[in-house]
């Protein structure tokens, strides 16, 4: 037990890091409670009498809500419970990121190195310390790739079936998975009997397939619509196709997330190392393995999502970005001396935290990931201040219109029994806006004629209450 303790102590580094993170944020609620909270507590509160979730509800994580909601009739719905689970998801996921490093990094003395280069991804880091639903899909999304490395083929199957049922985007993820999977047994084959190859790999995705298409056609058969999650009519048009000029955006803003918070510096090293060494050395054989899983899985993600005018964020792509942060890692040590790739890494991992901090810089009218970077992190506290001084100056909250995402209810966010919605009617007296809510340039323009009454500011942070004309 020593022994693997100094062999593999920057584990326990990250691990520790991480529980100090947990434990300063334990009072943090849900940050989208149409994706968890609002499911959970209606299965919680109708004792699981119905699975036909109403509209303003994301009912394409059934059995996520469902297992939370389970939880909270044994332990009791609070956010302490709901913060111990979901730290026992981060660590967890943090081990299955280490084994996947660890996989593919055979020598100890740069395994800290590239593993800390890997989890350092700003939107990881942030997605970890809140009660985020994307964690749980990276979760079975990681085990079941060492599973595939390792050739556990029981285990394999059962982590891909739980990582198809979490959530629409997680079978998304996991056929990406399933694509470098026979990709990788054609190339054991030596690139023979493709069609063989298939039905092989077809094999331990067998249980996903078929349970996910047939709860998702019963589904359609129900609500009579061709969509996995039914939100609110703002999301009625999110499976459309684009066009031309659409689909330039939806690649500027797929570039942007591979270089923002951060991700631009391992591309600079990526880029300069291709330079230096060519297409040879940076494809080679001794990282095809690592290629392969990341060209997959984005190519699978890139197709569904950026022909279709649903918007998307970066978390969408955190799979991708750590398997990237590997590969670069892994360049540095097998084509620099070990001085000079341990120097760049570090430099790598102090630009990498920079990213933290990249939205000081930023345009109030530029749209940010504010869940996939710390300094949303004051945000939490902010609100509950503005609605106490809502409480304190007798200004109801159902006359009052709020912003995403605070326009779910304190319950919903806090799990503290308030259940008083924003008010959307003609009767609104006051309008909160804040740049955590990503409002459209026009949207943001009205507020100029309007009285402002109160400011929230906290880093780059701020909450604005204004009384209307």
């Not at 299955?96 to 593919?104: D, P, S, T, V």
């Amino acid at each position: 037990m020593k022994k693997y303790f100094k062999e593999n102590y920057i584990l326990f580094v990250v691990l520790l890091l991480y529980l100090a993170g947990k434990f300063l944020l334990f009072d943090i609620g849900f940050w989208d409670a149409a994706m968890v909270s609002r499911p959970a507590l209606f299965l919680y509160e109708n004792n699981f009498s119905s699975f036909l979730f109403p509209l303003g509800m994301c009912d394409d994580n059934i059995f996520m809500a469902s297992g939370i909601a389970l939880l909270w009739k044994f332990f009791g719905c609070n956010l302490l419970v709901t913060q111990i689970l979901f730290s026992v998801v981060g660590i967890c996921l943090i081990f299955q990121i280490y084994k996947f490093c660890q996989f593919f990094i055979k020598d100890n003395s740069i395994l800290p190195f590239v593993f800390l280069l890997v989890v350092s991804d700003t939107a990881l880091i942030t997605q970890s310390l809140l009660i985020m639903p994307d964690i749980i899909m990276l979760l079975f999304a990681f085990m079941s790739v060492n599973f595939m490395l390792r050739k556990r083929k029981i285990a394999f199957a059962v982590s891909l079936f739980f990582l198809a049922m979490i959530r629409a985007r997680g079978f998304d993820l996991c056929i990406g998975i399933g694509l470098a999977y026979f990709v990788l047994l054609l190339r054991e084959n030596n690139w023979k009997n493709p069609f063989k190859i298939l039905g092989k790999a077809l094999l331990p995705f067998i249980p996903a397939i078929l349970i996910y298409t047939t709860l998702y056609i019963i589904h359609c058969t129900i609500f009579n619509l061709f969509s996995i999650s039914r939100k609110d009519p703002a999301w009625e048009n999110a499976l459309d196709f684009v066009d031309f000029r659409r689909l330039a955006i939806n690649i500027a803003v797929l570039i942007r997330w591979f270089l923002d918070y951060g991700r631009i510096f391992f591309w600079l090293v990526f880029g300069v190392l291709l330079l230096k060494f060519g297409i040879k050395k940076i494809f080679s054989k001794k990282i095809c393995t690592e290629w392969v899983i990341f060209g997959a899985t984005f190519l699978l993600i890139a197709l569904i999502t950026l022909p279709f005018c649903n918007c998307f964020g970066s978390r969408y792509f955190i799979f991708e970005y750590v398997a990237f942060a590997l590969i670069v890692g892994k360049l540095l040590f097998e084509l620099l001396s070990k001085k000079r790739a341990k120097i760049i890494a570090i430099l790598l991992l102090i630009g990498l935290w920079t990213g933290h901090f990249w939205v000081y810089f930023y345009p109030e009218k530029l749209s940010q990931n504010w869940d996939c970077t710390l300094s949303g992190i004051p945000y939490y506290e902010m609100r509950r201040d503005m609605i106490k001084y809502l409480d304190e100056n007798e200004i109801e909250i159902s006359e009052t219109s709020l912003f995403y995402p605070t326009t779910a209810t304190a319950n919903e966010i806090d799990l503290n029994g308030d259940k008083r919605y924003s008010g959307t009617s003609d009767t609104i007296k006051y309008s909160v806006y804040s740049n955590i809510g990503n409002m459209l340039d026009e949207e943001i323009d009205s507020f100029k004629s309007k009285e402002l009454v109160k400011e929230w500011k906290q880093g780059a942070v701020f909450i604005r209450l204004y009384k209307n004309n």
